[in-house]
């Protein structure tokens, strides 16, 4: 079974340009997350799909990230403009069956950001 | 506020010896997960927690839970190099299930 996929594997870019992360979740799985991991801190979620639609978004700075999945599949992650505190590792992770609150997360390798 | 403690934040281990982690959470809560994590690697689950006095065990890692105390333990039996990664504890909130809040990890480097 293939996993959750994610590009690039590294970005760097200068404070105030623009970002995009891509995102495959695992087949069939109809919800996907997006985290924010900073260097030496456990990943904060910051937006839940369940198919194309957001469940929970409350924790994304609306003012310059932004992320959609508009046909229920693969994913996007945007910031604009990028801020040095932005610098962190972005990963996306999907589930199979919605509304089961423990069911597992499988984790894609994520997107290294580094913000100059 | 959730809060998600867990310690030590550094183990360095001799291959054979047994360690414990530890992971206290300040609020109540419906599960606690265990992660696993290389460097450079995504986080792979190791154990859900879902009721108090939950045990699991997988090889060498065995997984508790006392809701009561608010703590999650991940105890590490004769420890082998391969077992030297980053775990993770995360603990659930609301009714996403997404909605985790992540220790801050343990980095653990089991020697010869």
């Known amino acids: 079974e293939a996993g959750v996929a994610q590009s690039p594997r590294y970005k760097i870019i200068e404070k105030r340009q623009s970002v995009a992360f891509w995102c495959n979740p695992i087949?069939?799985?109809?919800?996907l997350y997006w985290y924010q991991q900073i260097l030496g801190q456990g990943p904060k979620l910051l937006i839940q799909?369940?198919?194309?639609?957001?469940?929970?978004d409350s924790q994304l700075p609306k003012d310059r990230f932004s992320a959609e999945r508009l046909k229920g599949v693969d994913s996007t992650l945007k910031i604009q403009p990028a801020k040095l505190e932005d610098s962190a590792v972005y990963l996306c992770a999907s589930s199979l069956v919605p509304g089961v609150r423990h069911e597992k997360l499988f984790f894609g390798s994520g997107t290294q950001l580094s913000v100059l | 506020e959730l809060k998600v403690e867990q310690n030590p934040l550094f183990l360095s281990m001799q291959e054979g010896k047994n360690y414990t982690i530890y992971c206290n959470y300040s609020t109540t809560s419906d599960r606690l997960y265990w992660y696993r994590q290389d460097p450079g690697k995504s986080l792979e689950s190791l154990f859900v927690l879902l009721s108090n006095g939950a045990v699991k065990q997988e090889g060498r890692l065995m997984a508790s839970l006392d809701t009561k105390a608010r703590l999650s333990t991940l105890h590490i039996t004769a420890a082998v190099h391969d077992l030297s990664a980053t775990y993770f504890c995360a603990v659930g909130y609301g009714g996403s299930q997404g909605n985790l809040i992540f220790g801050k990890g343990t980095k653990l480097s089991v020697k010869p």
């Open positions: 799909f369940q198919n194309n639609g957001v469940v929970d």
């Open positions: 087949s069939g799985h109809a919800t």
